[in-house]
């Protein structure tokens, strides 16, 4: 096996509604539509002569990573148990962290995901297989899994989302982790998740407008824990011809989305002046 770069890309949840948990697995039932945002982690991949996986984490976010029990160690242990890869066969791997940790962007799910996509392909993945990967790697798994943009009708059932519009964000960390845990663990009115709702407008402008009707359910908590990010939602929100403002995911990450990159260049300046000590970038759907 040569060198092989492998490209794990960010996500961004436009909205996100938080059910009642599941007593079958005690998880919130979830809904929400997720698109891939062109700033990835490089995972770099070659065959080691050692007996053991070996991962090495570098880049502006690469602490607060355990070396030894991460998302790729784990991907690589579970593929091996359903014979994906060779039980004796294992990787030196060099993960460069350009998405932050902790922040609502899906980094680890998406390093999981990118990693299984590579080993399985062209071989057949099963249902049973990627629910097996989800038990141990999250549910966030499966929105890395399938394509670009996707419409999580509820916590197991997912769809692509097959309209692809160009969208920018300014996208906002300001270098506080967020405990998914902790931010769920701490809802209290839970939204009714629809099964039969339905993502898609015929024009860009309606579906904006269907867009801002939604929420993301964790905000509240999410802002109240740390009312820095409300500042920065508030300001993302004042710059012209922003959309909207939200927190992906549990944060503390959020965006400001725009369809235009001029604006969205406009913003980000603005931004960065405003919050100078935060990581704010510029980016776009995929």
Partial sequence: MKIKV???????NLFLKVGKKIKKNKL??????????NIFDK?????????????????????KIHIKNNSIIKSLSLLRKRSFINKNKF?????????????????????????????TKNKNISKEDINFFSEVL?????LFLGKNNIFQKSLFKISEFKLNYKFYFV????????STKLIYSKVKKFDIINNQKKIGKKSKNEFIQSLKSEKNSLENIVTHKYPVIRKVLRELELQKNCCFSRVTGSG????????????????????KRRFPKFWCILCTTI
């Avoid at 995972?43 to 070996?54: A, G, L, P, Y």
């Fill in 91 to 119: 990787f030196d791997i060099i993960v460069k962290k350009n998405i932050p940790t902790f922040a609502g962007l899906g980094g680890g799910s998406s390093n999981a995901a990118t990693v299984i996509k590579y080993f």
């Fill in 252 to 271: 503390s990450a959020c965006f400001g989305l725009f369809l235009s990159k001029r604006d969205a260049t406009l913003a980000r300046n603005k931004i």
């Fill in 138 to 142: 999250g549910s966030d798994l499966r």
């Fill in 28 to 37: 919130h039932n979830i809904q929400s539509l997720t698109f891939l945002l």
């Fill in 171 to 178: 996208l906002v960390f300001p270098y506080l982790s967020s």
């Fill in 43 to 63: 995972i770099i991949f070659k065959k080691s002569k050692s007996f053991k996986d070996r991962v090495k984490f570098t880049g502006e976010f690469d602490k």
């Fill in 6 to 12: 492998l490209k794990s890309y960010a996500k961004v």
